[in-house]
Antibody, heavy 122, light 107 residues
């Protein structure tokens, strides 16, 4: 059974970088054909897909974040990482990692971490 | 980006009642649609994918339908444990996008 667990700083100051780690157990992040995603939920329920790193290391970012986001991985630790630069209070959200799969004509998220709240405040 | 418009924003239903939630895409998404349920303090749970395929372990009272730009999620007999927020998500084109959510409560 795949399990994802986020860990983050809790509080980040404006203009600083935000870094969150997703630790995956029960499944290798290099196994075909899964994609490892970051999704965030803002106060008020809005969900935003941020991007993914795939089983083969390819990366895709949401264009709305492209200048600020970086997703990387450490295959030896079966972890992947989110870094979001130059944060503002509008980046306050619960950050989720999720495993995605393309099938039946679309791309879905069947496994999610429990989420980590990151608050941007001075 | 494909915009997903979800309705209603909230609703309340009695036990045993049939509930329907709608989702409209800003362009044809060719059944590339999923539905999720999220309970307070929990992560979203995949219910339906490919517009109408039931995810393993999801009760059969949940069903999805639709095509083109119009999709719906139906709960055939509302149960207490169905309270939560429901989201649609288009999975056809990047960037992947979500609806704004429907909060479902017991009446």
């Amino acid at each position: 059974q795949v399990n994802l667990q986020e860990s983050g700083p809790g509080l980040v100051k404006p203009s600083q970088p935000l870094s969150v780690t997703c630790s995956v157990t029960g499944y290798s992040i290099t196994t075909s054909y899964y994609y490892w995603n970051w999704i965030r939920k803002f106060p008020g329920n809005k969900l935003e897909w941020m991007g993914y790193i795939s089983y083969d290391g390819s990366i895709y970012y949401n264009p709305s974040l492209k200048s600020r986001i970086s997703i990387t991985r450490d295959t030896s630790k079966n972890q992947f990482f989110l870094q979001l630069n130059t944060v503002t209070t509008e980046d306050t959200a619960v950050y989720y990692c999720a495993r995605g799969l393309f099938n039946y004509g679309g791309y879905w998220f069947a496994y999610w971490g429990q989420g980590t709240l990151v608050t941007v405040s001075s | 980006d494909i915009q997903m418009t979800q309705s209603p924003a909230s609703l309340s239903a009695s036990l045993g009642e049939t509930v329907t939630i709608q989702c409209q895409a800003s362009e044809d998404i060719y059944s590339g649609l999923a539905w999720y349920q999220q309970k307070p303090g929990k992560s979203p749970q995949l219910l339906i994918y490919g517009a109408s395929s039931l995810q393993d372990g999801v009760p059969s009272r949940f069903s999805g339908s639709g095509s083109g730009t119009q999709y719906s999620l139906k709960i055939s007999s509302m149960q207490t444990e169905d309270e939560g927020v429901y989201f649609c998500q288009q999975g056809l084109k990047y960037p992947l996008t979500f609806g704004s959510g429907t909060k479902l409560e017991i009446k």
